[in-house]
């Protein structure tokens, strides 16, 4: 068995704070409530912090320091782009030398093992603050001469920021998502309310204490911590915001594009994902086979992108499921510090619960354990799981299940497989595994989603775009397209004449 009771082989990683505080206007502040949210260790299910419980009112005073901070254009908007890029720069280079403090933080309240916050985690968010910041002083329109009868003008277009931005940000990738978000933003120009998932708030009050060291100024960058449904829906109504950008479940992102219809302010949305893995007959299994693994079980399952629906050729479907069982056996499930954890837990009981009423479901429904299906008695881990004898109406084959199982099918005709793989409401990633470059190009053209890879499911990369199809959501973070989402683009004619 995968399965080790959450038991520390080394000590837990040490917080600096029991209890923390929001940041509000460049003050550390609790809730105007004086109420706290408890913070849980996934690992074993105690409370390790205590955070400001903020309200609506905590919420109206974020919003009104951004929006001050952003019409104060001397204080960020207005300042050299080079400066902005240096502050950017200079946070990358604190998230450097902290890594140890973030990544033991990250684990412990996200479960994650303390190897892939070092080893991932930190670097990525990292990168992601050092490739924004050199995009700072790159934000350029484009001129011409343009002529109206006999009248000759000059006429070029301006990037501007679009103004203060609310950043909602989940609870599998706290650190990383907040990087995704922050980085582009901060370097448009914006002023930013920053709400980290409630379950996971402390790498984001870490990053806001190395982005004031690192100089941005008072009320450019605002963090309150709470629930969702009071200060995540309020930033999303609000009037004096501009621009909300949220990456979390479909169901919330349709509340936060219903509410930001009262001023129509932009709305970008990275959402849930039922990507498929796609391995065909003459694919390089000692490759496949590892990739699919890696494709479902990395971070425990919770992954937006995860390749949760395979596809397997029925010349092959054999072999590559006893490898990936295989896998599934030998990883090791444990705490965030034992050296041989290979998957931390899921986020919470009620995750975990949830998981594992899909994975009833599947059985429920026709389907069998090839491997998996057990859970701890402490902490809220669940091993690697592998649905074989899956079909494309099962509820866990439908729904995102944001977890380690695997609902595994086969197929013989490509045109079919591509029809499945595409019918889903989602379309955030997916990946195709052939030595056949004309079937991988078809493959990859054909797939609706927003990130494809042949031969490898394709993470994340900061260079690249990255968002989904139908309900995974709107817009694309990363790359160049990732500042897009934060600027304005302003037209102006210049009479020469």
């Known amino acids: 068995m995968s399965l080790l009771h959450p038991v520390e082989t080394t000590p837990a990683p040490e917080l600096p704070r029991s209890s923390w505080q929001m940041l509000v206007n460049g003050a550390w502040v609790g809730s105007s409530s004086g109420e706290e949210l408890a913070v849980e260790d996934p690992g074993t299910g105690e409370v390790i912090a205590r955070v400001p419980s903020a309200t609506i ?45 973030f990544a033991g933080v990250e684990s412990r309240n996200q479960g994650m093992p303390l190897s892939m916050a070092l080893g991932r985690a930190l670097p990525d968010a990292a990168r992601t603050f050092r490739y924004y ?22 006429t070029y277009t301006r990037r501007e920021p679009v103004g203060v931005a609310a950043l909602v940000v989940p609870w599998n990738a706290p650190l990383g998502m907040a990087a995704w978000k922050l980085a582009p933003a901060l370097a448009a120009g914006c002023t930013c309310i920053l709400k980290p998932a409630e379950e996971t708030p402390l790498t984001a009050l870490l990053l806001a204490e190395v982005l004031q060291e690192a100089g941005v100024p008072d009320g450019v960058l605002n963090v309150i911590t709470g629930v969702g449904s009071v200060v995540g829906a309020r930033l999303a109504e609000h009037p004096d915001v501009d621009k909300v950008a949220f990456t979390g479940s479909t169901e919330v992102g349709r509340a936060i594009a219903r509410a930001a219809t009262g001023n129509l302010k932009k709305v ?82 009620r995750q975990r619960d949830t998981v594992m009423g899909y994975v009833q479901s599947g059985l429920a ?125 302003k037209s102006v004619f210049d009479a020469l004449d």
């Not at 910041?133 to 000059?154: I, L, Q, Y």
């Not at 970008?268 to 086979?289: M, N, Q, T």
């Not at 090791?332 to 954890?341: E, F, K, L, N, S």
């Not at 053209?445 to 139908?470: C, D, F, Q």
């Open 268 to 349: 970008s949305l990275e959402l849930g994902g039922k990507s498929p893995v796609i391995v065909f007959g003459d694919a390089d299994l000692e490759r496949a086979i590892p990739g699919a693994a890696a494709a479902i079980f990395t971070n425990s399952g919770q992954v937006c992108t995860a390749g949760s629906r395979l596809f397997v050729h029925e010349s092959v479907h054999d072999e590559v499921v006893a490898g990936i069982v295989d896998i599934a056996e030998r990883t090791t499930v444990g705490y965030c510090t034992d050296p041989r954890a290979q998957m931390g837990p899921l986020i919470s009981r």
């Open 365 to 489: 429904e026709g389907g069998s354990l090839a491997t998996g299906g057990s859970t701890s008695e402490r902490g809220y881990f669940v091993e690697p799981t592998v649905l074989v004898g899956a079909t494309p109406r099962m509820t866990a084959v439908r729904e995102e299940i944001f977890g380690p199982v695997l609902a595994v099918m086969s197929f013989t005709d490509t045109d079919d497989v591509i029809t499945q793989a595409n019918d889903s409401p989602y379309g955030l990633a997916g990946s195709v595994w052939t030595r056949d470059a004309s079937t991988a190009r078809t493959v990859a053209w054909s797939l609706r989603a927003g990130r494809v890879g042949i031969n490898v499911h394709a993470w994340p990369e900061v260079t690249m775009p990255t968002g989904g199809y139908k309900q995974s959501g709107w817009g694309r973070e990363l790359g160049p397209e990732g500042l897009d989402l934060f600027l304005e683009t």
């Open 57 to 101: 009112d905590d919420a109206d005073r974020a919003v009104a320091a951004a929006r001050a901070a952003f019409d104060d254009t001397r204080r960020w908007v207005g300042l050299p782009p080079q400066r902005r890029a240096e502050v950017l720069f200079r946070a990358a280079d604190l998230l450097d030398e902290r890594a140890s403090l």
């Open 133 to 154: 910041a050199g995009w700072a002083d790159k934000v350029t329109g484009r001129s011409s001469e343009s002529w109206n009868g006999d009248r000759r003008f000059h």
